[in-house]
């Protein structure tokens, strides 16, 4: 919940903290609940909007999860959160070509946030561009060159095409 919490009612912050309590809980009933407890007049703010998404993309309630991260990009376009939930909700819908698209349409917008170039890695590849998928975990590990984002990328089934092909090791160890 990356930003302020401003605009939200004191009773609205404290639903919106119980829901993403719950929601880390594995709790998807009681985060539900917080959720509905919070007045309808806070439920579009872009905290709320994150929250309802992410209950959403766990259940694989790829159609509701759209509709809501499709909300948080017109409300807060500056926010990356809106366009890399909208591009997970469109890869739910086996529609990756699209979250593909998403994602470029605002890559140039984020240049300091791996997030993006990792999960267009991450559709590239499941997309078949082997080599377009180096390019962009190649510029995701630019930006963030930490062991975490190296190991994820490791583990990622959806780059197992990237690390199937030899030639592209050498992305991760840093000579490419």
């Known amino acids: 919940m990356g930003m302020s919490m401003r605009g939200l009612s ?3 912050r404290w639903h919106l903290s119980f829901a993403e309590g719950w929601l880390g809980l594995g709790n998807f009933r009681e985060a539900r ?3 509905r407890r919070i007045s309808a007049c806070f439920r579009a703010h872009p905290d709320v909007l994150e929250i309802r998404f992410l209950l ?3 259940l694989r309630q790829w159609p509701s999860a759209l ?6 990009t017109r409300i807060a ?7 890399v939930a909208t591009a997970n909700a469109l890869h739910g819908l086996n529609q990756t070509q699209r979250a593909w698209n998403t994602l470029v349409s605002v890559s140039k917008r984020f240049p300091d946030n791996s997030t993006v170039p990792y999960n267009l890695a991450c559709y590239s590849a499941r997309l078949g561009k082997v080599g377009e998928a180096c390019n962009w975990l190649k510029e995701a590990l ?3 060159g930490s062991p975490e984002l190296k190991l994820m990328a490791l583990r990622d089934p959806d780059l197992k095409p990237v690390w199937e092909n030899v030639d592209t090791i050498d992305v991760l160890m840093g000579e490419g």
């Open 77 to 83: 376009p500056d926010r990356l959160t809106g366009w």
């Open 56 to 58: 959403n993309a766990v």
């Open 67 to 72: 509709n809501l991260a499709r909300a948080l």
């Open 33 to 35: 609940g917080e959720l």
């Open 142 to 144: 630019r930006i963030d």
């Open 10 to 12: 004191q009773a609205a």
